[in-house]
């Protein structure tokens, strides 16, 4: 009998389990299929010259970041400093898709706050961010040597991630 | 007592008058602004449309549909999901198209496998496992209280207090 009395407390402390574990999980990091998959291909025009474009497929044999970001995007300036601190280490290459922008704030801003893009691509319409799965920029992309991608990290890249995340990764795949 | 039933049941009538009044003009008003939103599109593609983004998670505004969401992302994908059913897709050819890129968290009505049996199952299995306890319980409870036939003493005694009750 008592065994039975005390179920619903066990049923009840574990529930309280489960909400204290759901309190610490952000709803809007919705898991990546993408993820070991290969990344999907697109051809782009580059920012800055327009006339010119850009493929992943020209980045084979390489890993490399690709992050989605717009100036329109608060949590991409947040960013932006970390990006260009990274990029000058050049441990990893950082290549941009400028995703539903405006050409000329886009590279007003890089011109004005720095570049940490090897590359920057133009994303006008969103289509290729779609394919990509981006639901909120910004989103950045780990993709290896074959064009797989790694990891993917939804929202601001922080010290945190790319020393944790981004950089041991990046690092086993260059082996 | 009567007089102040029969004005209720006015009230309530007219409550409900006014609540299908109210109803017909909420329901036009749906229907215009519907209408203005996508003027120049095929009514067919429109409907076929809604009906299918009314069973997908908006990404952006994860408690709304596809179909409801204002976000710029939901926009786009509706735009897009148009031109594939213009092209001739399937309803199944698109979902495969959302699903490739968000995952299964984009469907309201998630498919059964192996990560989702938990989820669609295990209500069942709950009610299953509370349906045995209960019986379990209730049996081992009849047992313990065990029929025990009065004696004739006790049964005088019993009488006469339900005599004195009742008198």
């Known amino acids: 009998m008592n065994k039975f009395l005390l179920l619903p407390l066990v049923l009840f402390i574990a529930l309280v389990g489960f909400l204290l574990i759901g309190l610490h999980r952000d709803p809007h990091e919705v898991p990546s299929p993408l993820i070991n998959k290969p990344a999907p291909d697109f051809k782009l025009s580059q920012l800055r010259e327009p006339n010119k474009t850009f493929t992943p497929q020209e980045m084979r044999g390489k890993v490399w970041v690709l992050n989605f970001w717009g100036t329109w995007c608060v949590a991409c300036r947040e960013e932006h400093p970390l990006l260009l601190e990274y990029s000058k280490t050049g441990a990893v290459p950082i290549y941009g898709v400028d995703y539903k922008d405006d050409r000329a704030a886009a590279m007003q801003m890089l011109d004005e706050e720095g570049d ?4 920057t691509a133009s994303d006008p319409d969103g289509r290729v961010s779609i394919d990509y799965g981006v639901y909120g920029a910004p989103e950045s992309y780990l993709i290896d040597r074959n064009g797989v991608i790694r990891f993917k990290q939804i929202g601001p890249i922080t010290r945190d991630v790319w020393q944790k995340e981004i950089l ?7 082996q | 007592m009567k007089l102040g039933a029969r004005s209720a049941n006015y009230m309530y009538r007219l409550m409900k008058r006014g609540f299908f009044l109210w109803a017909i003009v909420l329901v036009l008003a749906g229907a215009i602004t519907a209408k203005e939103a996508q003027p120049n599109e095929d009514p067919k593609i429109e409907q076929r449309m809604k009906a299918l983004t009314e069973q997908l998670r908006c990404l952006v505004c994860q408690n709304e549909t596809l179909a409801d969401s204002r976000a710029d992302l939901a926009e786009d994908l509706r735009r897009q999901i148009r031109e594939q059913m213009k092209a001739g897709k399937s309803d199944q050819e698109i979902l495969a198209f959302l699903t490739d890129r968000y995952g299964d968290f984009v469907l309201y009505n998630p498919p059964v496998k192996k990560t989702t049996y938990l989820l669609w199952f295990g209500p069942f299995i709950l009610l299953i496992a ?6 379990r319980y209730l049996k081992r409870r009849r047992e313990l209280i065990s029929d025990q036939p009065l004696t004739s003493d006790e049964r005088k005694r019993a009488e006469e207090i339900l005599r004195s009750e009742i008198g």
């Open chain 1, 116 to 119: 940490p893009y090897t590359l």
């Open chain 1, 168 to 174: 041991p990764r990046a690092k086993q795949l260059n």
């Open chain 2, 130 to 135: 509370g349906t045995t306890v209960l019986y």
